[in-house]
């Protein structure tokens, strides 16, 4: 099959109808109409086979994480998703492969009111570029600075699923399907996003632990946090896990969580309140609260420090 009819085939009306796209695939360049008085919040991503997936993973699963890792940027930053492009350099073109990658990516795309506007083909090895763009009101965007002494810590959902089922594929052993579906086919945040403009001081999305992601937060801000281990959100696998071994670098420092950290004015906590009861399936946790300083100091159960010896995931450590 020809690239042209490849793109037509697989790639062709993809997600939803939206009446800003002028010109969607199929054209030298899409032609897109931004709301007045946004912003267009624009974040890329990359997923390497071997790198960041296994070249076994389901495409199903593939296509919508290949999406959902850009959703979640934009939750992060409060904008509402509009328009995606998807590169994709691939070994061969596989039709049942193509068809399942482009099927999980056009279900969270439809859900999420995305359309799929462009794109690239190349032959290579496997690799997936998506670039998500949305829409933030002026002066609306959640930031990474913004978070002050006195702010309440939040995290959504629970921490550490991805990672624990990493650890164990690394080991040869079976995942259940709660750590199967954390790994490969993670929700984006995007209701929550939306409901913290005008609420949160500093929001940041978790792919790197929460360590690495929440000291991002502290760093852009100029402040310091405690944060309390025994409050961590955690499924009861990862809760039997960090039991049984005493190791909190899964929960903590092992990434691909995708989900929320934001920090909260005490005065906000009733308005939040509000907001959290409508929004659907969103457990928000509180696990720390935001200091003078710039260190990041993490309560373990028995009032004893626990000192990170590695932060988040580093693709090129010094
Ligand atoms: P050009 O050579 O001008 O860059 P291409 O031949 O690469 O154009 O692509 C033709 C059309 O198909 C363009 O509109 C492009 O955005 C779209 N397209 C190419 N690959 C993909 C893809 N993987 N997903 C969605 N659209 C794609
Ligand atoms: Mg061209």
């Not at 099959?1 to 695939?25: H, T």
């Not at 199967?180 to 403009?197: F, K, T």
């Not at 929440?214 to 309390?228: C, N, Q, W, Y």
């Not at 005065?267 to 260190?295: F, H, N, T, W």
Request: net charge negative; aromatic share 6%.
């Amino acid at each position: 099959m020809s690239e042209f009819r490849l793109i037509r085939e697989y790639f062709s009306d993809i997600g939803a109808d939206r009446v800003d796209v002028a010109l969607g695939v199929g054209d030298d360049c899409a032609l897109l109409q931004i709301p007045a008085g946004n912003r267009l919040a624009v974040s890329i991503d990359t997923l390497v086979s071997g790198v960041h997936f296994s070249p076994e993973t389901d495409p199903q699963n593939l296509g919508h994480k290949a999406l959902a890792v850009g959703l979640s940027d934009l939750a992060a930053m409060g904008a509402e998703p509009a328009w995606a492009t998807l590169a994709l350099t691939l070994p061969a073109a596989d039709p049942l492969w193509l068809r399942a990658f482009s099927a999980g990516f056009a279900n969270l795309a439809v859900e999420q009111g995305v359309s799929l506007v462009g794109g690239d083909m190349t032959r290579g090895p496997l690799s997936i570029s998506v670039q998500v763009h949305g829409f933030v009101p002026l002066g609306q965007e959640l930031r990474r600075r913004g978070a002050h002494p006195g702010d309440l810590i939040f995290v959504s959902g629970t921490l550490g699923d991805a990672g624990l089922a990493l650890h164990h594929l690394q080991r040869s052993r079976p995942l259940s399907p709660n750590l199967r579906l954390a790994l490969e086919r993670p929700n984006p945040r995007v209701e929550l996003g939306l409901a913290l403009r005008g609420l949160a001081s500093a929001v940041i999305d978790l792919s790197d632990g929460l360590v690495s992601d929440l000291g991002h937060i502290l760093e852009a801000s100029g402040v310091a946090a405690d944060l309390f281990l025994q409050d961590l959100p955690l499924s009861p696998e990862v809760a039997d896990y960090v039991a049984a071994t005493d190791d909190w670098y899964i929960p903590l420092t092992s990434g691909d969580d995708y989900e929320l950290c934001f920090t909260l004015p005490p005065q906000r906590i009733s308005d939040m309140g509000r907001v959290a009861k409508q929004l659907k399936d969103c457990p928000l946790r509180v696990v720390g609260r935001i200091g003078y300083g710039k260190e990041l100091r993490c309560f373990l159960p028995n009032g004893r420090f626990w000192k990170p010896l590695q932060g988040g995931f580093d693709h090129f450590p010094s």
